[in-house]
Every structure is written in C-alpha cells, then in structure tokens.
C-alpha cells in the first residue's frame, strides 16, 4: 500500500472516530507538520519569536475549526497545513510591524539589494508577491505555497494539483522567475 493511500485511509479513519487509527496517525501528522514549521521558520529572521512547536499547535488549533473541508489524502493536507502556517506567519509579521512602524529603523528599499538571500526575505512582501501572483495564475501560486512553505517534492505538489510532474516543473521554474522580478522592486 503507498504512502499516500495508508495516511488517507488512517486519516479518514481517524475523522470517523477510530481511536486506533488517531493514536497511529498522529506521530507522523505531528512529525510532519514540526518539519513544515521548522523549514518555514529558518526562512524567517534570526530570533524570531514563534518556535516551530507554537507554529504546529496554532495550525493545528486552526485546522480543528475546518469543518466543511473533505480531507482528501497526506500531501492535501500538509499542503493545507502549510497554508495555514503561512497566515499565521504573515500575521505575526504584520503584527510585530505594526508594533515597530517608524521606530526609526532605517528605510531600505528592495531594489538597492545587490542579491536577496534568503533569510532577508521580506515575509510580508513574498505574501503579497504571492497574492498578485495568484490573481495571474493561482496555479504557479498554490505551487510556490506547497513547494516553499510546504517543502513538498515535485511529485507531491503534483498528486495535490492533480497534475503531471512536468506540469508544476514548468509552473515552479515560472514562478520563481516572477517572484524575484516581483521582490527586487
């Protein structure tokens, strides 16, 4: 049996009450979800606030509340876990800046970068970057969510998207370009 069909079969399981199938889930659910988190959060600045084990408990406290999604197979739902946990960052983000809006930090704009690293990545910038995209192609953009947030593999996404392989290849290798079109101003 795969991977993805044995988590969809515990998975749904679980959702109908079996308490054997909830107790064999959720190491792997929570050892997966901790390495979206870990991986999402070494993109953000040094001595961020949120740890990685806050980040799981507030996406799964919000994925508790979706009640009217059909919980389809593993990847759909990292790929909604991932989802989750970026908003959660985002508004982290959004929150701190609102805190700290003119406290005379100096104005630094995208455009004088020589090169963007990583871990400089605007959060809030790559949201809205991502938003604009999504207006484009909501493809290429749900494939930067689950690729980048998500740390999916290609075949991942592409099982998500229902989608050949080459299909969210292309639509990665265009989005990236966009992306950093879009972040250096």
Known sequence: MSEFSCFTRQFRSARA?????????????YGELKRIARAQLARE???????ATALVHEAYLR?????????????WFMGLAATMMRR????????RLAD????GAAHVELSEAK????????????????????????????????KYFAGMELAEIAHVLDVSTATVRRDWAVAKLWLAHELKG
Do not use: F, Y
Not at 88 to 95: C, G, K, V, Y
């Open 115 to 146: 090169q963007v690293d990583v871990a400089d990545i605007d959060v809030i910038g790559l949201h809205e970057a991502l938003d604009a995209l999504a207006v484009l192609d909501p493809r290429q953009a749900r494939v930067v969510e689950l």
């Open 17 to 29: 009450g079996d308490v054997a199938a909830l107790d064999a889930l959720m190491p792997t659910v």
């Open 100 to 103: 700290k809006r003119g406290a």
């Open 63 to 75: 994925l508790l509340g979706v009640e009217s999604v059909d919980w389809s197979d593993r990847a």
């Open 88 to 95: 959660i960052l985002i508004n982290h983000a959004r929150d």
């Open 45 to 51: 600045r040094p001595g961020h606030t949120l740890h």
